[in-house]
């Protein structure tokens, strides 16, 4: 990179950097949100009765907040689309599928990026 290129860089990271750290936690919460609905996640989603696994979602892009059709209001429940993973090995295997899933509001669930 030539010399102008490398300060214009910096000059936009620090600009960048100045603009996130005058921003709310809440505006940059919005922002990470936006930047990870456009790039996606590779997220897992768990789904437990007490203290026992009984579903697990595996490369879930994101889960959303259902809103109602006439009054935009939130609904009690999250929705998202994910691979079933039915021995629960973290991988895809051979029959297990992409999904539509629901979760309640009051359910116990458990989303997190994926560790593999």
């Given amino acids: 990179m030539s010399k102008n290129t490398t300060r214009i860089a910096l000059v936009l990271a620090v600009g960048a950097a100045s603009l996130l750290a005058a921003c709310t936690q809440e505006q940059q919460n919005k922002i990470s949100r936006s930047i990870q609905n456009w790039t996606g996640t590779n997220g897992v989603m768990e789904v437990y009765a007490g203290?026992?696994?009984?579903?697990?979602?595996?490369?879930?892009?994101?889960?959303?907040?259902?809103?109602?059709?006439?009054?935009?209001?939130?609904?009690?429940?999250?929705?998202?689309?994910?691979?079933?993973?039915?021995?629960?090995?973290?991988?895809?295997?051979?029959?297990?599928?992409?999904?539509?899933?629901?979760?309640?509001?009051?359910s116990n669930t458990v989303f997190f990026e994926s560790p593999r």
């Fill in 51 to 106: 203290d026992k696994l009984v579903r697990r979602f595996i490369q879930v892009d994101k889960v959303s907040t259902a809103l109602g059709t006439d009054d935009k209001a939130p609904r009690a429940y999250r929705y998202g689309y994910g691979v079933l993973d039915e021995n629960f090995n973290f991988e895809v295997d051979a029959g297990e599928k992409k999904v539509y899933f629901e979760v309640s509001d009051y």
